[in-house]
Nanobody
Framework: QVQLVESGGGLVQAGGSLRLSCAASGRTFSTDVMGWFRQGPGKERERVATITWSGISTYYADSVKGRFTISRDNAKNTVYLQMNSLKQEDTAVYYC??????????????WGQGTQVTVSS
């Protein structure tokens, strides 16, 4: 089992910045990909960014490229999401996840409880 605890959400004005943190504990592995997902009001959950254990390979949704940066500190078992130039459409509950290969697919295997990010005009 893996436990994920997010922090860092809150209310920010458009154009501002926030940094989310996600601390992992339990049975984590060096093959784990970690990622951030979000679910806005009335929307489906979407993948925002992911990062491999080495940190070399990252993925960003088109909507956040150039504004968000994902990073991880393996010594602390923590992944971060630096969010700059925030827009109202970034308002959502942000979830941290551990992704593992199941069969031929890499998919979220564990979720955090979520942290609310609200961007005001």
């Amino acid at each position: 089992q893996v436990q994920l605890v997010e922090s860092g959400g809150g209310l920010v004005q458009a154009g501002g910045s926030l940094r989310l943190s996600c601390a992992a504990s339990g049975r984590t592995f060096s093959t784990d990909v970690m990622g951030w997902f979000r679910q806005g009001p009335g929307k489906e959950r979407e993948r925002v960014a992911t990062i491999t254990w080495s940190g070399i390979s990252t993925y960003y949704a088109d909507s956040v490229k150039g504004r968000f940066t994902i990073s991880r500190d393996n010594a602390k078992n923590t992944v971060y999401l630096q969010m700059n130039s925030l827009k109202q459409e970034d308002t959502a509950v942000y979830y941290c996840a551990v992704l593992r290969t199941v069969g031929i697919m890499m998919q979220p295997s564990y979720w955090g409880q979520g942290t609310q990010v609200t961007v005001s005009s």
